[in-house]
């Protein structure tokens, strides 16, 4: 299994570099194919079906141990995790309020499309809220260097009063236009959003998630990989009560998929991004699930937990093979 992940990784590197892609590796582990409608994909070469996921101890009605559920605030929410996550925790009875965070103002009438036809529309109208930002006004309003202007008091109340954060903002340096473009979307807006949940949730937050990527590190060559390990170590030195870093490998990031990807998902398939969504949303309500995914002996420093692609399909949609 192991030597097949290997050739997986190579393969896509090999791809994204024929491809000129300085984000080598948007990838590691792998799988393909619609997520959490039924379809089908492929992980490791081996072809699973997509089945209704339900946490253990959660009903339709949710579990009796948290009537009231929690706060989650989500930057990047309309990304192909981002809306993922919207999704499934506006259908998780364990949270009661969901802020997603868009670049744009998103009347009601355009959630479906935005978010996906997965969106529970009836809870979306009593759950939801899309706050637009300005990420370039707040990065400066946090800007560790010359910290200038203020935040807008909605923006401000947006980030009040949450239990969970996920930030699920990314972008690329060819969809940036530049190295330092993409740092700013990637590096400085991660920091800025935990700055901010920090700042204004200081009292209530308990989990932030970040989506991050397999082989980021802040010692790595590739920029994107090294960008993605700088902004890791930059929330975890924010001291967050548990924080849990998703490392997928190559997404089948479905309708939103790149040519690349595409391509990268014919040769070694790529993980759902509904998958990614699922094990987000039940890792940040239900940590004792999250636990399980982890083999015995696996080290992560006080607090901090890693999730490779098969942590979140262990504690997300559970593929039954065909
Ligand atoms: N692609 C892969 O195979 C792969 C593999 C491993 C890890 N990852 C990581 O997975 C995470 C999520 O990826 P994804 O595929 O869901 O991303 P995505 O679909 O490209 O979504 C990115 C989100 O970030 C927002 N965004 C992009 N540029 C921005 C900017 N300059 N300022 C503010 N917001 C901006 C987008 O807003 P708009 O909707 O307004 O554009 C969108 O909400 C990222 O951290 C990515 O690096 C991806």
Known sequence: MARVALVCTFLFVVLCAAAGHENGCEAAGCSSGAAGDGGYFHYLGERHATVPFIPAGVTAAGPATRSKGGSLIVAGATGAIGREVVCAAVANANIRRVVALSRRPIPASEWRSVFGAGLDETAAATKLTVQAVDWNRMNLYYSPTSPAGRLDAAVQAAFQGHDYAAMCMATTKKDAGSAEAFRLCDLLYVEAFGKAVMAESRGSI??????????????????????????????????????????????????????????????????????????????????????????AGASMPPGVFFLYDSQILAISPKPVKK
Not at 213 to 218: C, L, Q, V
Not at 270 to 275: K, N, Y
């Open 206 to 295: 308990q989990h932030f998630v970040q989506i991050s990527s397999a082989g980021a590190s802040s010692t790595s060559w590739f920029l994107y990989l090294k960008t993605k390990g700088e902004a890791d170590d930059a929330i975890a030195a924010m001291g967050f009560p548990r924080l849990t870093i998703l490392r997928p490998g190559l997404l089948d990031r479905g309708d939103k998929a790149r040519f690349i990807e595409k391509v990268g998902m014919c040769v070694i398939g790529g993980l759902p991004v509904a998958s990614a969504g699922a094990a987000t949303v039940l890792s940040l309500v239900d940590p004792a699930t999250q636990a399980k995914a982890f083999a």
